[in-house]
């Protein structure tokens, strides 16, 4: 069934990231998958060029924290470690999903999103974008 599922996960939002592990346990144990944990960072050049710190310390330091909460995740799931991984990368989530998606040759993609609101409806949300642009099937977890 499926060998490569990479899984989006926002940090900020811990009852996403739940709601879609659940699913792609599931899924990875009855296909015996690879899975892939993904987290996008903000490109830190956008806006900490008007503080004093450089941008390098900031940027290492969110990826530590980001490190640490997908480690997290990954020791509290119940599959194999050796059949799970995860990436971190600076820039927007939607090209970098798509782009990650390609690279690790993911034949799934889950997302986890919330019912849609106002907000969303206007500016569009980085689970919309992801199921329009991508090019393998991605299950939208809510």
């Known amino acids: 069934m499926y060998q490569m599922i990479l ?3 926002d940090l900020e939002e811990p ?5 879609a592990i659940k699913h792609v346990e599931y899924l990875a144990k009855a296909s015996g998958a690879k899975v ?3 987290h996008a960072l903000p490109d830190a050049s956008a806006f900490v060029t008007a503080y004093s710190f450089g941008i390098k310390e900031f940027e290492n330091q969110a990826e530590v924290n980001a490190i640490d909460k997908l ?3 990954i020791a509290e799931m119940e599959l194999p470690l ?10 927007s989530p939607r090209d970098e999903v798509l ?6 040759g993911a034949d799934l993609i889950v997302v986890g999103s919330r019912r849609p609101s106002v907000k969303t409806y206007l ?6 974008a992801i199921v329009r642009h991508a090019k393998t099937s ?3 977890v809510r």
């Open 123 to 128: 500016l569009g949300s980085n689970a919309a």
């Open 71 to 73: 480690k997290n995740i």
């Open 82 to 91: 050796e059949r799970l991984s995860y990436t971190i990368s600076f820039g």
């Open 7 to 9: 899984v989006p996960v």
């Open 15 to 19: 009852q996403l990231t739940d709601k």
């Open 36 to 38: 892939h944990l993904f």
């Open 138 to 140: 991605v299950m939208v």
């Open 99 to 104: 782009q990650l998606a390609d690279d690790i």
